[in-house]
């Protein structure tokens, strides 16, 4: 086992090594693409029936963006991965006139390096159901679009202070179309984020700077935003009140030290 977190732990830092590298790109290949800066916070919740299983649920507000529900459920295995499936609602756009329902699933792999140290990968699935649009006017019509995403976050652990452990996060990820899909490009959004945040008794708090660069947006020439996060993130117990299940004998990871495993 340890061999084998070894070798995915290796991979992974080598992922968000090339990942940190190939996010140039976007920045090259985008030069005529619009800066926009913005808001976005975002509440994320897992509520745990027992040490396995537990239910997802998260909403959030991208400023003049989108604004998006969601909800899951999660089957977590003794070794750590997660398995997640569920339903998401959305309003896109500046004026959130389109409508997206997106059934979704995930899987994510906590990998710990060390007291200190942690990485994390996460495989997500979007079936996307979106309201049709024709010449920038919605339509009574429904697109389909199949997206993979890809991300990978690699944390930083500080020692205790009096609020609570801070810690430090650099994250990846590449959410790519279906390559069959001939309306849309491959690539269709590059995240790079630095985040900082507080995990305390009750709630997990990430703020910092997240560039979404979105090739296909802004009638193609591209939109390059510049996002400064808040995001909430909380761990409910709902079978003991008093006791960590990181204190269960069969739970080998605890959770609450990987925030990204729902994530945006």
């Excluded at 990942?19 to 897992?46: C, K, N, Q, R």
């Excluded at 009574?140 to 890809?150: N, S, Y």
């Amino acid at each position: 086992m340890a061999e084998a977190r070894s070798m995915i732990s290796r991979r992974l830092l080598a992922i968000l090594a090339c990942s940190a590298v190939l996010s140039l790109a976007p920045s090259i290949a985008g030069a005529d693409a619009e800066h926009e800066g913005t808001f976005w916070t975002g509440y994320m919740s897992s509520w745990w029936l027992d040490p396995s299983w537990a239910l997802w649920f998260d909403t959030h507000y991208n400023l003049d963006t989108f604004f998006l529900l969601r909800g899951g459920v999660t089957h977590a295995f003794e070794a750590g991965p997660t398995v997640t499936a569920g339903y998401a609602w959305l309003l896109l756009n500046p004026e959130f006139e389109r409508e997206e329902h997106r059934p979704w699933a995930q899987v994510f792999v906590p990998i710990p390096l060390n007291d200190d140290w942690s990485l994390s990968g996460r495989f997500r699935m979007d079936f996307r159901f979106l309201d049709s649009v024709e010449n920038g006017e919605v339509t009574d019509g429904t697109d389909f679009a199949f997206r993979t995403r890809f991300q990978t976050t690699l944390t930083r652990r500080f020692a205790p202070i009096r609020w609570g452990k801070p810690f430090a996060q650099i994250s990846h990820e590449l959410l790519l179309n279906a390559a069959s899909d001939p309306h849309r490009d491959v690539v269709d959004q590059n995240r790079v984020s630095l985040l900082f945040g507080l995990e305390t008794k009750w709630v997990t708090i990430r703020t910092g700077y997240m560039n979404r660069y979105l090739p296909s947006a802004r009638g193609g020439n591209g939109l390059d935003e510049h996002s400064f996060i808040v995001w909430f993130t909380q761990r409910i117990n709902l079978r003991e009140k008093k006791q960590r299940l990181k204190q269960n004998q069969k739970q080998k990871i605890d959770y609450d030290d990987y925030p990204e495993y729902g994530g945006p």
